[in-house]
């Protein structure tokens, strides 16, 4: 206990410290020590397919994580003598619960509780409330031990079932998991085509977009509450509140955690009068995301996530729109500066992680993005009205609606020149990444650098055409 407590004081020193005395650019390099914490630095312990390294274990635990299952335990033999006894974390390919795991790829140094003194720690109500849902024992024929879920869990569960229930065809109900529980692994390559080829993708992946529409609703809900005396105090406990179980609902993803964060630093700001379109709340998601689960900065959705929303709040500094525009012309704008920053800023990370470039992104995020609000909405009238007359009629409208969204991301898809591919060096991305930093940064002075880099990447990939 003393040593928690003294590493706990000294933390919070530290934080003093920098908040002082510090630039608000040294709480990135802390975010960043503290994502090592619990072990140091994760090791890739398997990577990719596991054929040709045997090895087996007593015993593991399968927990939930997003929209990834991880199972926790102790290598008994390995092939690899190196990874012997070792504690690791693995990464199954599926539920385990449909067809019997998969391992794909593991993590080595993996930090757990142990039992208290004199018997009272209890095991299966620790791993009830961190998420855990059952025991696997591949020593027992991969037998598979449920431990019951709680009040919430059974209630989510409840609703993927009425959603399953639904009238809808199937691409539609994928969709409409990914869109409502953050479930895009749901979705199959084909489903998420369409998408990436014209650059909104992002629409698949719950994020800032979706939780902007659910803190419009709470918004516009808490516009109804009477002139009181804690009417702001009620208000923003409403807000928080159902941002925070917006998060539970999507298995507090990334991007949701980091939304949810941000908006909430943004109606407390706005209540304490103070500026709130500053990185401050974007370095703070990031602290408060990274203690809740340090591994996320392993992540790509952390990486997308938080690069896109840097870029958007620094280019929106850094390229002010004329005050003297009408209020119309100012709306477009700012839609046309959102959608090119997050692709200027996540364009090297991006194409590191997938490989390919949408070109047509700009007419597509333009009519297709809006569109979502819809699409969200509609999905949750469609889980209400599973239990009423009316879901029936809800289902088939919402079914058409998707099916005419799709065809026309398809449509543009096809159009020539749709993507770019090509497989870029690490030198390649960061001459990417600097020259489209540049460009966000606005550095007037380096006109000539930015063409230079742009003249060797056209080089880089002038065989693409042919």
């Keep these: 206990m003393g040593g928690w407590l003294l590493w706990s004081i000294a933390l919070l020193l530290l934080i003093g410290c920098i908040w002082r005395y510090g630039g608000h650019s040294t709480y990135l390099m802390l975010v960043t020590a503290l994502a090592f914490h619990h072990g140091g630095r994760v ?16 015993g593991y635990e399968v927990r939930e994580s997003g929209r990834r299952y991880l199972v926790i335990g102790r290598l008994l033999e390995c092939s690899e003598t190196e990874f012997d006894r070792m504690e690791v974390v693995l990464e199954l390919t599926e539920d385990p619960g449909e067809s019997g795991p998969m391992v794909i790829s593991g993590f080595g140094n993996f930090w757990a509780p142990k039992p208290g003194e004199g018997g009272d720690f209890d095991e299966r109500a620790w791993f009830r409330r961190e998420g855990w849902f059952a025991r696997i024992k591949p020593k027992s024929s991969l037998s598979i031990e449920y431990i019951e879920p709680n009040y919430l869990n059974r209630m989510k569960r409840s609703w993927l079932d009425a959603l399953a229930r639904s009238r809808l065809p199937p691409f539609q109900k994928r969709l409409a998991r990914a869109l409502l529980f953050g479930r895009g692994r749901d979705l199959s390559d084909g489903d998420r085509m369409p998408f990436s080829h014209t650059g909104t993708a992002h629409v698949l992946a719950v994020s800032g977009l979706h939780v902007g529409m659910i803190f419009a609703l709470l918004n516009w809900i ?3 509450i009477p002139t009181l005396r804690w009417r702001r105090a009620l208000s923003l406990f409403v807000i928080v509140s159902g941002l925070l179980a917006y998060c539970w609902v999507t298995d507090f993803s990334p991007s949701v955690v980091r939304s949810s964060i941000m908006f909430s630093a943004w109606v407390i700001s706005m209540n304490l009068e103070r500026d709130r ?11 408060i995301s990274l203690i809740i689960w340090p591994l996320w900065i392993f992540s790509a959705g952390f990486h997308l996530s938080y690069t896109a929303v840097a870029a958007i709040l620094i280019g929106f500094d850094r390229w002010r729109l004329p005050d ?4 119309w012309k100012k709306r477009l704008g700012a839609m046309v500066q959102v959608t090119v920053f997050a692709h200027l800023g996540t364009l090297a990370v991006s194409w590191y992680y997938f490989g390919l470039f949408p070109l047509y992104f700009l007419p597509a995020n333009m009519i297709f993005t809006p569109l979502i609000a819809l699409l969200l909405y509609g999905s949750w009238l469609v889980l209400i009205g599973s239990s009423f007359f009316w879901g029936k009629w809800m289902a088939h409208i919402y079914g058409v609606s998707i099916e005419l969204y799709r065809k026309g991301l398809l449509w543009l898809s096809h159009r020539p020149f749709s993507i770019l591919e090509h497989e870029f060096t690490m030198a390649d991305l960061a001459l990417l990444a600097i020259g489209s930093w540049m460009v966000i940064l606005r550095i007037r002075k380096a006109k000539g650098i930015i063409l230079g880099l742009l003249s060797i990447l056209v080089y880089r990939v002038c065989f693409w055409f042919g």
């Design 43 to 58: 090791p890739d312990l398997l990577s990719g397919d596991v054929g040709g390294v045997y090895f087996s274990m007593s």
């Design 324 to 327: 003297d525009w009408p209020v």
């Design 277 to 287: 379109y500053s990185l401050n709340g974007l370095w703070l998601a990031a602290l």
């Design 222 to 224: 808490v516009s109804f």
